[in-house]
């Protein structure tokens, strides 16, 4: 295959080659890695959650049950791949690569993190924001058996829980080249699943403060958004380069002061502490465009279905079935008027 491949990205995807072989090399039958004594109470408690784990979402999700998970890997690292998003200076576009199967994509994955930093140089000397965020898992949608990672089972029970049913969601349905619509619809799949999971586990009390957690991350989220609709106005007016830059830098300092005063008296880790520990740059406001615009929209599908997720899904089939821009006006307007069927 990498015969057929221009020439200048040959190196990439053979990276991306032996990122993927060195992954499967390394897997094991989770089952042989219970029956090891030497395995500690630590990982052996994880790998039987995350069993459970497939289990529920097969049974209560209608997620696949294909043999992914089944097997683990410890990569001795903490990340699996590195994402590079980029944006021009002036724009919230992110900037797409695109690749065989997949199609297009709003980042670029690299299997080690000198390489994406090297990347991401050369993107900024070219004058583009840039974004690079450590991902734990990714998704071959169901072309190999995706194995359970460290970088998984170090995450807490929660975010390693919902980590799966995301997953699982990109190979229910994947809509080639729209990450906007892939991420968001896995997004959703994610948090209905952990509310799911987690009143058949604890409880109505416990719900409710998942549901707390996610009106939080709502909050900031539409902090972000309006920073973003700033940024988009600034980039369309007819000021000089200079001055949107200073106005840019004043519009971020803003967002960074608000987060601050919404999340003062959270208790624990405020949502989106660790990307606002970050650059915030237009790379970095189009990674979280990517990952969260469309779930209110998805969230309002399920809705107008009463929580019928075979429903759910058959709906979003069509939807991912429509021309891109027919899709975006449709769940446009399923998150401005959840009635409005698409």
């Not at 997949?102 to 993107?123: D, Q």
Request: proline share 5%; net charge negative.
């Amino acid at each position: 295959m990498l015969a057929l491949l221009v020439g200048c990205e040959a190196g990439y995807y053979l990276q991306a080659a032996r990122g993927q072989f060195q992954l499967m090399r390394a897997r094991e039958p989770v089952e042989t890695v219970l029956a090891d004594p030497g395995t500690s109470p630590e990982l052996r408690s994880k790998l039987e959650l995350a069993g459970d784990a497939l289990a529920f979402a097969e049974d209560h999700l209608l997620l696949p049950a294909n043999g992914s998970y089944t097997e683990y890997a410890d990569l001795e690292r903490r990340y699996i791949v590195w994402n590079v998003f980029a944006a021009p200076e002036f724009s919230l576009e992110p900037q797409t690569w695109c690749f065989p199967v997949v199609g297009c994509l709003a980042y670029r994955g690299y299997f080690h993190e000198s390489a994406a930093a090297e990347f991401a140089a050369k993107l900024v000397d070219g004058g583009a924001d840039v974004f690079v965020g450590g991902v734990a898992a990714y998704s071959t949608l169901g072309r190999f058996d995706d194995p359970l990672l460290n970088t998984m089972i170090n995450m807490g029970e929660q975010r390693m829980v919902g980590l799966l049913f995301h997953e699982l969601a990109h190979q229910k349905l994947y809509v080639k080249g729209d990450t906007q619509f892939n991420e968001s619809f896995a997004t959703l799949i994610e948090q209905e699943g952990m509310r799911r999971w987690i009143d058949l586990r604890q409880g109505p009390a416990a719900v409710a403060a998942y549901r707390q957690g996610l009106a939080q991350h709502e909050e900031v989220r539409a902090l972000i958004a309006s920073a973003r609709s700033e940024l988009q106005a600034l980039y369309a007016s007819d000021q000089t380069d200079g001055e949107r830059r200073v106005a840019k830098a004043a519009i971020v300092a803003a967002l960074r002061a608000n987060y601050a005063e919404l999340s003062a008296d959270w208790p624990g880790p405020a949502p989106f502490s660790g990307w606002f520990g970050g650059p915030v740059n237009n790379a970095s406001l189009a990674a979280v465009s990517v990952y969260e615009d469309y779930v209110p929209a998805f969230h309002a599908l399920l809705q107008q279905n009463s929580g019928d997720l075979a429903v759910f899904y058959q709906r979003s089939v069509a939807l991912g079935e429509m021309e891109v821009e027919q899709r975006r006006a449709a769940l446009l307007a399923l998150a401005g008027n959840p009635e409005q069927q698409p």
